[in-house]
């Protein structure tokens, strides 16, 4: 046992870990004291509150216990847990990526040598036979009849917005938030394009809590061109506007004149979730048999780029894609279902030559 100790009293000298301070402070500290650094380090405000949640929740099973004492087998069994309580993968995974960040921060200010969360496992049930079958890649884009359907139902059974918010999705593939912080100064009548820079965050729906962030990432900044039809649409809502901001400018006392393209009559713009709201109230009224919020229109953008001959890497900087799984998928779908077709016309055109052949 001497002999072990003082093995250990040497091992805890070459690596410069405190084992002694690891023992003594608990994770709860050490992760806020994480968070402190994370959120100042330029992510966006709907990440960090994302990882503020996950913390919480691990503080639940080990906010009390010392940081030194914690092992794989309890860190891997908070993710068991949650699973059987049911709760989202999302959230299992924001979990253990929160988990792997603090105990890496730990093991740089040397409270402990190693990552307990580093091999952790989500649980995951394997799928049946039938519903590997069941699940198509096209339940994730409105086939053409549903999207005139949807877009039908924009125009004749619409509120205030809806026909201009969804036919814009619809042929732009921007995402809900995009069009929520999109402003007049971002569309160029003149060049005929479209510049997204910025994203709307407003976490408790609250208008006047609203936030402008740039975009997940680089790619997600670009420039597109924009057809006359819909350029057109925009000229009618931008006059529509006017004649709005105009009556209620000096009646609001708090009136919000910032320009943008989709606001209310106080002038302040609308949260995702609102037009989320509303996008499943026209999937409801259109009869289409997909209910899904905006993402949709943004996947079925990519099937009509797709049909259209567009390439990957053009409809990828379009839609502001570094690398997106779905997309691929969609693309890869669209683009074998269309040689199929192809296939399936030439042996209709030339099945005539087919017959001769095999009658003689």
């Not at 593939?173 to 007049?184: I, N, T």
């Not at 009559?265 to 905006?294: M, Q």
């Not at 229109?297 to 997106?324: C, F, K, P, Q, W």
């Amino acid at each position: 046992m001497a002999q072990q100790r003082v093995k250990d009293a040497m091992k805890e000298l070459e690596s410069g870990v405190d084992n002694k301070a690891g023992m003594n402070i608990a994770f709860e500290e050490v992760a806020w004291q994480w968070y402190e650094i994370y959120s100042v380090s330029g992510v966006k405000n709907s990440t960090i509150r994302s990882r503020r949640s996950s913390i919480r929740t691990l503080c639940k099973y080990i906010g009390g216990v010392a940081i030194g004492r914690i092992t794989h087998g309890v860190t891997q069994n908070i993710l068991v847990d949650l699973d059987k309580r049911g709760l989202s993968r999302s959230l299992l995974d924001g979990v253990k990526v929160t988990a792997n960040f603090i105990f890496k921060h730990a093991i740089r200010h040397k409270l402990r040598s190693d990552n307990p969360a580093a091999e952790i496992v989500i649980p995951k049930r394997r799928l049946t036979v039938e519903e590997i079958e069941q699940t198509e890649i096209n339940e994730k884009y409105f086939e053409e009849d549903e999207l005139q359907a949807f877009l039908h139902a924009s125009v004749a059974r619409g509120l205030e917005n809806d026909m201009e918010w969804f036919y814009l999705m619809a042929f732009t593939g921007m995402r809900v938030g995009e069009v929520c912080a999109l402003k007049w100064t971002d569309i160029s009548f003149e060049e005929k394009t479209i510049r997204v820079t910025k994203t709307m965050d407003m976490p408790n729906h609250n208008m006047r809590e609203y936030e402008l962030t740039p975009p997940k990432t680089r790619k997600a900044i670009r420039t597109f061109d924009v057809d006359d039809e819909l350029l057109n649409m925009l000229k009618r809502l931008r006059l529509r506007q006017a004649k709005i901001r105009l009556k209620f400018r000096k009646a609001i006392t708090d009136y919000h004149d910032e320009n943008f393209v989709f606001c209310r009559e106080n002038g302040y713009p609308y949260a995702s979730r609102f037009v989320y709201d509303r996008t499943i109230r026209l999937c409801k009224k259109s009869g289409v048999s997909k209910v899904e919020g905006p993402h949709i229109l943004r996947h079925t953008y990519i099937t009509m780029a797709t049909v259209a001959g567009m390439d990957l890497d053009t409809i990828m900087n379009r839609v502001g894609h570094e690398d997106s799984k779905t997309t691929k998928n969609i693309y890869t779908h669209v683009t074998k279902k269309k040689k199929k077709e192809a296939t399936e016309r030439v042996h209709t055109h030339f099945g005539d030559l087919y017959q001769m052949t095999f009658e003689k």
